[in-house]
C-alpha cells in the first residue's frame, strides 16, 4: 500500500522559513514523479514545485521560484520542500503527491496523495 506522509508544517512571520517533507512507502522509487501542491481556502490547488526521482530534475511555479527548493534524500524515498522569504500568499494546506513517469502540473494526473499539511505566514 502506497503511503506519502507529510510534516513540517506550521506557523511562521512573513520572511521566514519552513521545511517540509514527504515520507513515501510501499512503492518503488524509480522514475517516479514526486510533486509538492498547496490549496488555500476557496482557491483550486494548485502545483508548487515538481521532481523526477531518477535525475532529480526539477520544476516550480512561478510565484515561487527563488523561494522554495525541492529536493529528495539519497535514498529517494523522502522528499522536501524548503521554503524561504514566506509571504502570506504562501499560506495553504500543502500537499505532497507522487505519479509514475513525468511531472505534469495539474494536480489530477497525480495518483497518490498525503494527507496534507497546514502552512500558516503572517504578517
Known amino acids: 500500500q502506497v503511503q506519502l506522509v507529510e510534516s513540517g508544517g506550521g506557523s511562521v512571520q512573513a520572511g521566514g522559513s519552513l521545511r517540509l517533507s514527504c515520507a513515501a512507502s510501499?512503492?518503488?522509487?524509480?522514475?517516479?514523479?514526486m510533486g509538492w501542491f498547496r490549496q488555500a481556502p476557496g482557491k483550486e490547488r494548485e502545483g508548487v514545485a515538481t521532481?523526477?526521482?531518477?535525475?532529480?530534475?526539477?520544476k516550480y511555479a512561478n510565484s515561487v521560484k527563488g523561494r522554495f527548493t525541492i529536493s529528495q534524500n539519497s535514498a529517494r524515498n523522502t522528499v522536501y520542500l524548503q521554503m524561504n522569504s514566506l509571504k502570506p500568499g504562501d499560506t495553504a494546506v500543502y500537499y505532497c503527491?507522487?505519479?509514475?513517469?513525468?511531472?505534469?502540473?495539474?494536480?489530477?494526473?497525480?495518483?497518490?496523495w498525503g494527507q496534507g499539511t497546514q502552512v500558516t505566514v503572517s504578517t
Open positions: 503527491a507522487a505519479r509514475s513517469g513525468s511531472c505534469p502540473a495539474v494536480p489530477d494526473q497525480y495518483t497518490y
Open positions: 510501499g512503492y518503488t522509487y524509480w522514475r517516479r514523479c
Open positions: 521532481l523526477y526521482t531518477d535525475d532529480s530534475d526539477t
